[in-house]
């Protein structure tokens, strides 16, 4: 597939000169970002990667307004982010469904917020149901579910609420490879036919490679671009694709000068 036809001009997400410092309850500053600055257009599919603590999940936050940066600002569709909105979706770890709500409750959940009548919402709510697999479990509570199927409905209620921006800190990470691969073939599926822009935290070089059409590859703590590598192979991709295996290497030597300065020699890296 031709992933030009998924990518614009037109800003999506606008990152400029973002910086962060936390500050413990000891008082100590933590610079989690040091400036960043990274333009995404409407439609792309950008996978962010980088040494654990080096300020993905900060950044992600940031862009979906659970936090504010120290300097800088961040733009989504030409507005300044000041605080988080339903047009842009975020998909945790950690699923983050409520436990006293059932399956379908939770999906519908943002568009009663948006005060869309009961009939319809559970009209909508089911057919993402459905999309993910689920159709059955709609009067289930979470607990009842898999980790996998959790997740699963975590993204059904991102994309059910129509978000022009996801966002996802690495939601496939918890999952056995069976699911993932599912998974992340739902979400290409669903980016093709939406066109919505993406921001992927992984800490997994193929999947960022599966799936993107731009790597970023952030350095360790202060957070900063290290690579910013456009991603031009035809989808399905697989490790055969042509020029996969390259763009995997090179992704990993940069990942690999980052993880010495973490951890002083750099662990066996395994890619997936
Ligand atoms: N609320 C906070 N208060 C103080 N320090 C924080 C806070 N949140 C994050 N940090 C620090 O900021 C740095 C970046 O954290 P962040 O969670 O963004 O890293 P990350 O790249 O997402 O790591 P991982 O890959 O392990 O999820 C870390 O040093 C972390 O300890
Ligand atoms: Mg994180």
């Known amino acids: 597939m031709d992933q030009s036809l998924h990518t614009s001009t037109r800003p999506g997400v606008v990152v400029n000169n973002v910086s962060k410092l936390y500050h413990t309850d000891t008082g100590e500053a933590v610079e989690a970002l040091r400036p960043v600055t990274l333009d995404i257009a409407t439609g792309e599919f950008v996978a962010l990667i980088g040494p654990s603590g080096c300020g993905k999940s900060t950044l992600l936050n940031i862009v979906a307004g659970f936090e504010s940066p120290t300097a800088g600002v961040v733009l989504v ?39 869309m009548p009961r009939k319809e919402r559970e009209a909508v709510a089911n057919r993402y149901l459905d999309l993910v697999g689920l159709g059955e479990f709609g009067d289930a509570r979470p607990d009842a579910l898999s980790g996998g199927m959790k997740q699963r409905v975590a993204l059904a ?21 069976l699911t993932r691969g599912f998974l992340q073939q739902e979400l290409l599926r669903i980016w093709r036919e939406h066109r919505k822009t993406v921001l992927l935290v992984t ?12 790597v970023v590859v952030m350095t360790s703590r202060p957070g ?12 399905p991709r697989t490790l055969a694709t042509p020029g996969f295996r390259e763009l995997e290497a090179m992704i990993l030597t940069a990942l690999d000068d980052e ?3 973490t951890y002083g020699t750099a662990p066996q890296l395994v890619s997936d």
Do not use: C
């Open 259 to 261: 993880l010495r300065k």
């Open 224 to 235: 900063r671009i290290k690579l910013d590598q456009h991603v031009a192979l035809p989808y």
């Open 203 to 214: 800490h997994s070089v193929q999947e960022a490679l599966f799936l993107a059409t731009r």
């Open 77 to 115: 569709d030409g507005e300044k982010v000041t605080r988080p909105d339903m047009r842009r979706g975020m998909v945790f770890q950690q699923y983050a469904l409520f436990p006293w709500l059932n399956i379908r409750d939770n999906i519908a959940f943002g568009l009663r917020q948006r005060g």
């Open 157 to 177: 209620r991102v994309f059910a609420t129509e978000p022009s921006t996801i966002l996802m800190d690495e939601p496939f990470g918890a999952l056995d490879a």
